[in-house]
């Protein structure tokens, strides 16, 4: 049975790559597409284990690329719930480079927006959200806002 709501911490991932010379464009920094699979990857991880269901992505919006990354970098992105609906739910997937003293430089952020379905891809609800800090809280309002805004945004035809 699942539960009736969850905590951030509960489905909080961090995943961490080594960067290849296969990720890399045409300039020797990370490939763009690349990382947006990564950050797809990471926010269906967190959406499943919040909903406990399988999930498909219904959009990704305000990924800024901040700076890139080269060969032997370490990758790190951490994703978690910032805000949920009835049946979806909003992922914070924040990625960074980390230089060989552990110390972590942001390079992108992305709002990642997964929906829970069943086994004939009908959406389902999802548990609800325990926002406990005030960090949480301040997810949480710019989550209301930014579903207010992709809301406006359908009825636009976009």
């Known amino acids: 049975m699942k539960a009736k709501y969850k905590k951030v911490s509960e489905s909080q991932t961090e995943q961490t790559y080594l960067m ?11 490939f ?21 269901s399988d999930i498909t992505t ?13 060969v032997d970098d370490v990758i790190v992105l ?21 230089n060989r003293h552990g110390i972590r430089k ?17 959406p389902i609800e999802v548990p609800g959200l325990l926002v406990e800090s005030e960090s949480e809280k301040a997810e949480w309002e710019g989550g ?4 207010a805004l992709r809301k406006q945004r359908r009825i636009e035809g976009f």
Request: charged share 20%; aromatic share 10%; no cysteine.
């Open 106 to 122: 942001m390079i992108n952020r992305a709002y990642v927006v997964m929906v829970a379905v069943d086994g004939n891809h009908h």
């Open 144 to 147: 209301e806002k930014r579903y």
């Open 32 to 52: 763009g597409g690349q990382l947006m699979s990564w950050i797809d990857e990471i926010a269906s991880i967190v959406a499943m284990r919040h909903s406990e």
């Open 20 to 30: 290849r010379p296969t990720y890399l464009n045409g300039y020797g920094n990370l």
């Open 78 to 98: 951490r994703g978690k719930i910032t805000y949920v609906g009835r049946t979806s739910m909003e992922v914070r997937v924040d990625t960074y480079v980390e």
């Open 58 to 70: 219904a959009a990704i919006d305000n990924l800024n690329f901040k700076a890139g990354a080269t």
